[in-house]
């Protein structure tokens, strides 16, 4: 096979492009830090680094819906309590009111006192997060409590929800479940049937029937209480788990995804040197045509 002057010139340009095109490469991983950044680089490797970043961009959601319901538990287990707090306060004047020794002024002092306690519990009924009503259910833009009466719709009878990894945590508390009783009556009549009762000098119906309410109110409450401390529980481990798993799929994206800075320099400076050999061959191997003699 006769070797023409134009082979060995397309052969030597050949071989100095392609350096260049390592050496460009290189600089690509350098700057970028990863060994492969797209998918002509490593079809297979680029593959699994999508998966992983695809599936790291999930559990981030996941993990803001974890942070947004903590702030709801939260905010509910301090709420609940104070509500839990209120029933008990109720309970007590109710108690000392039912004591047929007390005198007019001592009912009616007791039965102020249970006016504002009611008061109280409609602003705690109306506690609001982020500009939601917090017992609201499915209607948190409607204020639940007002002038001493329920708006929340039956229907809103609905509580919140989040779904993280495959689990669903109910979480959401609603006006039905701490304000409202069986028999249909809630928080806010049974506080006024009470008062009514104080004036009208009724320690029976006081003993009989709104103590037994104020207690189921109270029971209920303390239910919704230990609920709302196991969701809590439930919130960390879901979020510690998270942050578990976001740190492994970072470190196996980082083994999958990033150069070796230090190979990265080697190679770069070997394809330096190589460069520069093939120049400097390439300057006495190819032959000089006319236009390099016109001066």
């Not at 002057?5 to 970028?32: A, C, P, V, W």
Request: aromatic share 6%; net charge negative; proline share 1%.
């Amino acid at each position: 096979m006769r070797i023409t002057n134009g082979m060995i010139n397309e052969r030597t340009l050949f071989n100095i492009q392609h350096s260049l095109y390592r050496i460009s490469k290189l600089h690509d991983k350098l700057s970028s830090g990863k060994e492969v950044s797209y998918p002509s680089d490593d079809a297979v490797v680029a593959t699994r680094a999508s998966n992983i970043s695809s599936r790291m961009r999930e559990l981030k959601q996941f993990k803001r819906n974890v942070e947004h319901t903590q702030n709801f538990v939260n905010i509910y287990d301090s709420t609940i309590q104070e509500l839990t707090n209120v029933y008990h306060r109720i309970k007590e004047l109710i108690v000392r009111g039912a004591n047929g020794t007390n005198d007019a002024a001592e009912r009616e002092a007791i039965a102020s006192e249970l006016e504002k306690l009611k008061e109280h519990l409609e602003d705690i009924a109306n506690t609001q997060l982020g500009g939601e009503y917090i017992f609201g259910g499915a209607k948190s833009d409607l204020k639940p409590v007002e002038n001493g009466k329920i708006q929340t719709p039956p229907d809103a009878n609905i509580k919140r929800k989040v779904n993280a990894m495959g689990f669903t945590i109910e979480y959401g508390v609603t006006v039905y479940d701490v304000f409202k009783l069986e028999n249909g009556k809630d928080a806010f009549t049974v506080i006024d049937d009470a008062i009514n009762a104080l004036r009208e000098g009724d320690s029976l119906k006081l003993s009989n029937i709104t103590l037994k309410e104020v207690n189921l109110l109270e029971s209920s409450t303390m239910e919704v209480f230990a609920q709302i401390g196991a969701n809590s529980r439930t919130l960390e481990l879901v979020s510690s788990r998270l942050t578990d798993i976001d740190t492994f799929m970072t470190e196996y994206l980082s083994k999958e995804q990033d150069a070796d800075l230090t190979k990265v320099l080697t190679d770069l400076s070997m394809q330096q040197s190589v460069l520069q050999a093939a120049l400097k061959s390439a300057a006495q191997v190819l032959q000089k045509t006319l236009v390099d003699f016109v001066s």
